[in-house]
């Protein structure tokens, strides 16, 4: 493999615990029935549209003003987390490899390097791409554009990811896929696919 396309949240930010608080919160406000965190990791879902109609009442409050509210609780707190385990350790050894690693997030881009910028990480990254829109709907047009632009070959790509939706953009990408399993879903939706939940488990499988 030559080019290795890395997910942010929940890949290489461990934000999942965040996000889930940040739910129970809104959710309060909006009296609706909470979740437990085990039943997040089971309902989380991308387009995050789908995911919201799952938990809120999108015909009372719509999925814009939710989606708008929760940005702007996670930013500022999201630069108080924790990078997970080994990652920057696993990035930094793939590049002494030679391999490009490259960002391909949901998250809209300004965020994306703020947070990048935070952590001291943007450095690692040859290529950061995120989406024009905090509305989280898909990176696969992201993806694809990327990769025609700088006629990557799709057999030389593998994308590190945490959700379902990560494999269907490797699918749509024809690139392979692992997951990691402690991110944004449960690791029992995670197993048709390879899944890891060490990143030092990746070095001598890419």
Not at 166 to 185: S, T
Request: proline content about 3%; hydrophobic content about 40%; charged content about 25%.
């Amino acid at each position: 493999m030559k080019y290795i396309f890395w997910d942010f949240n929940g890949t290489v930010l461990d934000d999942a615990r965040l996000c889930y608080d940040i739910l129970i919160e809104m959710l309060k406000e909006e009296e609706r029935p909470l979740v437990t965190f085990e039943e997040y990791l089971m309902i989380f879902t991308f387009p995050v549209q789908a995911y919201y109609a799952k938990v809120y009442d999108l015909n009372k409050t719509p999925f814009s003003v939710l989606a708008h509210r929760f940005i702007d609780r996670y930013q500022p707190r999201s630069l108080d987390l924790k990078l997970h385990h080994h990652i920057i350790d696993v990035i930094k050894h793939f590049e002494r490899e030679g391999k490009i690693n490259i960002l391909l997030s949901a998250s809209e881009t300004k965020n994306l390097h703020e947070q990048l910028k935070h952590y001291g990480i943007d450095h690692l990254f040859t290529h950061v791409l995120g989406t024009s829109d905090i509305y989280a709907k898909s990176k696969i047009e992201v993806g694809k554009a990327f990769m025609i632009s700088h006629n990557i070959n799709p057999k030389d790509v593998v994308m590190i990811g945490d959700t379902l939706h990560d494999a269907e953009v490797a699918k749509e990408l024809g690139i392979q896929i692992i997951l990691f399993n402690k991110g944004h879903q449960h690791p029992t939706r995670l197993q048709k696919y390879q899944n890891i939940s060490d990143f030092r488990e990746l070095i001598g499988r890419i």
